[in-house]
């Protein structure tokens, strides 16, 4: 079991940056494979990114790479999103997720089996 709590979210103008974090309890963080899902109201849970379990992979959706990085510090048990040259479509409720699934990076929500409970980014006009 772990929990996990997303922060970092707001209201920023669009080409700027944010960085969420989200923090994990309750189990060893390193044994986890982390995704970024986003939902925006009345659609779909969209894959954003995800990181191996010792961070040496990574994965993107095609229309954020080059704008978003993913990255974990295992000592101190989080996983960041830093977001730049926001535009108004990134706006959404942003998840993280965990899974202990050994092998391909999952791009689903049901590749994880742990979830934050969201936080919300706004990108101004």
């Known amino acids: 079991q772990v929990q996990l709590v997303e922060s970092g979210g707001g209201l920023v103008q669009a080409g700027g940056s944010l960085r969420l974090s989200c923090a994990a309890s309750g189990s060893t963080f390193s044994s986890y494979a982390m995704g970024w899902f986003r939902q925006a109201p009345g659609k779909e849970r969209d894959f954003v990114a995800a990181i191996s379990r010792s961070g040496g992979n990574t994965d993107y959706a095609d229309s954020l790479k080059g704008r978003f990085t993913v990255s974990r510090d295992n000592a101190k048990n989080t996983v960041y999103l830093q977001m730049n040259s926001l535009k108004p479509e990134d706006t959404a409720v942003y998840y993280c997720?965990?899974?202990?699934?050994?092998?391909?990076?999952?791009?689903?929500?049901?590749?994880?089996?742990?979830w934050g409970q969201g936080t919300q980014v706004t990108v101004s006009s």
């Open positions: 997720a965990a899974t202990r699934t050994i092998g391909t990076i999952a791009t689903i929500s049901r590749g994880y089996n742990y």
